[in-house]
T-cell receptor
Framework: DQQVKQNSPSLSVQEGRISILNCDYTNSMFDYFLWYKKYPAEGPTFLISISSIKDKNEDGRFTVFLNKSAKHLSLHIVPSQPGDSAVYFCAASGTGNQFYFGTGTSLTVIP | DSGVTQTPKHLITATGQRVTLRCSPRSGDLSVYWYQQSLDQGLQFLIQYYNGEERAKGNILERFSAQQFPDLHSELNLSSLELGDSALYFC?????????????FGPGTRLTVT
């Protein structure tokens, strides 16, 4: 049972525009959410996180929004750059320190 | 560089064989996680160890086993290999930040079963 879902396998965005990646979860016990970025032939790298006590966290061009009532989070990248082209994984954790990952969204930023 | 190391980088073996993947966590991290990523799939959690003890189990097959040693490095053993076991295997370690845990991933081992 997939507790974290990324329903868009791929996304293409023009350079300079906003990229919005979405993620849904089913377990209301999750209290910490993370985004990871993965380039081919490399391991995922941590990008940004948010705890359930917040609804927004910003780090430079990256902002994560959390809507607890909808069990939905999103990652906004603005402005998008060609180097942002990668696979983005959403992850969630609750008690027990176990992480649940989505299937990833492949972002392509077109120069 | 995440500080997590995995060896080997690539492994090619035949069906029915057994292999061992190795992971060294970041210095000071007590938790080690193993994940499998098959083609077009997300990261499937296999197993977690914390300071030498198994902490959580995910979708790990009975043919697979893992352990974490006193020096905190971990090994994932895959036996009676099947073609479907071909995948990227990632190890991650974690530590607490402000009461929450973040994972840091190694570069992965690409296993090809022929």
């Amino acid at each position: 049972d997939q507790q974290v879902k990324q329903n868009s396998p791929s996304l293409s965005v023009q350079e300079g525009r906003i990229s919005i990646l979405n993620c849904d979860y089913t377990n209301s016990m999750f209290d910490y959410f993370l985004w990871y970025k993965k380039y081919p032939a490399e391991g995922p790298t941590f990008l940004i996180s948010i705890s359930s006590i917040k609804d927004k966290n910003e780090d430079g061009r990256f902002t994560v929004f959390l809507n607890k009532s909808a069990k939905h989070l999103s990652l906004h990248i603005v402005p998008s750059q060609p180097g942002d082209s990668a696979v983005y994984f959403c992850a969630a954790s609750g008690t027990g320190n176990q992480f649940y990952f989505g299937t990833g969204t492949s972002l392509t930023v077109i120069p | 560089d995440s500080g997590v190391t995995q060896t080997p980088k690539h492994l090619i073996t035949a069906t029915g064989q057994r292999v061992t993947l190795r992971c060294s966590p970041r210095s000071g991290d007590l938790s080690v996680y193993w994940y499998q990523q098959s083609l077009d799939q997300g990261l499937q959690f296999l197993i977690q160890y914390y300071n030498g003890e198994e902490r959580a189990k995910g979708n790990i097959l009975e043919r697979f086993s893992a352990q974490q040693f006193p020096d905190l490095h971990s090994e994932l053993n895959l036996s009676s290999l099947e073609l479907g076991d071909s995948a990227l295997y990632f190890c991650a370690s974690s530590r607490s930040r402000d009461g929450f845990y973040e994972q840091y991933f190694g570069p992965g081992t690409r296993l090809t079963v022929t």
